[in-house]
């Protein structure tokens, strides 16, 4: 099986985004599993197309996809994502649409399609920025798709600027490290590797 891993370049006046880093740290294979690796850019616009060329390049069975919320301190699973974007900030293309719908015809909401056991968190609200967008572009793929939040570790005495830009709240820290993200998230992979999917 091959699982395509996407993060997210930096946004705002943050030069880190903890997804880009967690990527770094995840093993290349599991098993006889791979685990490809892309970026997206902070786009509404953009986006969508970049994760349309990954999938070109790696043809993945599953689509794992990992973007930062300054206003969360534990990996989430985002079970949903929703017919609309709403910018408190402009992307990093300028763009700052204000309650438009991501599809006009599209359904009000998505679903992930990834549905294994695990032992991360889920949420219902994957905000409004470009997660949502990519994530609500994702779930209607017919390849199976889990987007999943990660809160804006930094190192240390640094802190993040993004909080309200994915998530109604401020900025807040989290204790865990990049490479715990890492721990956890390829255990997920892991899960996926053994419950989803065709094999190659």
């Not at 809160?151 to 989290?174: F, I, N, Y």
Request: proline share 7%; charged share 20%; aromatic share 6%.
């Amino acid at each position: 099986m091959r699982i395509l891993v996407t993060g997210f370049e930096p946004f705002g006046a943050d030069t880190i985004n903890a997804s880009a880093q967690t990527l770094e740290l995840l093993p290349q294979s599991l098993g006889e599993h791979q685990i490809l690796t892309g970026m997206l850019p902070v786009s509404f616009g953009r986006s969508a197309w970049v994760l349309d060329e990954l999938i070109a390049v790696h043809v993945p069975d599953v689509l794992v996809l990992l973007g930062e919320a300054g206003g969360r301190t534990q990996i989430n699973l985002e079970r949903f994502a929703v017919n609309q974007i709403h910018a408190r900030i402009a992307d990093n293309d300028g763009a700052q649409p204000v309650g438009e719908r991501i599809e006009p015809d599209g359904p009000a909401r998505r679903e992930a399609t990834v549905v294994v056991p695990s032992e991360l968190t889920v949420s219902e609200d994957a905000g409004r920025f470009v997660c949502n967008r990519i994530a609500y572009y994702a779930y209607g793929l017919s390849i199976p798709a889990q987007f999943i939040h990660v809160p804006a570790v930094r190192p240390e005495k640094q802190r993040a600027l993004v909080g309200a830009e994915t998530d109604a709240s401020p900025p807040v820290s989290s204790e865990l490290t990049v490479a715990q993200l890492a721990a956890s998230l390829t255990k997920y992979l892991q899960d996926i590797c053994f419950h989803h999917g065709p094999r190659r």
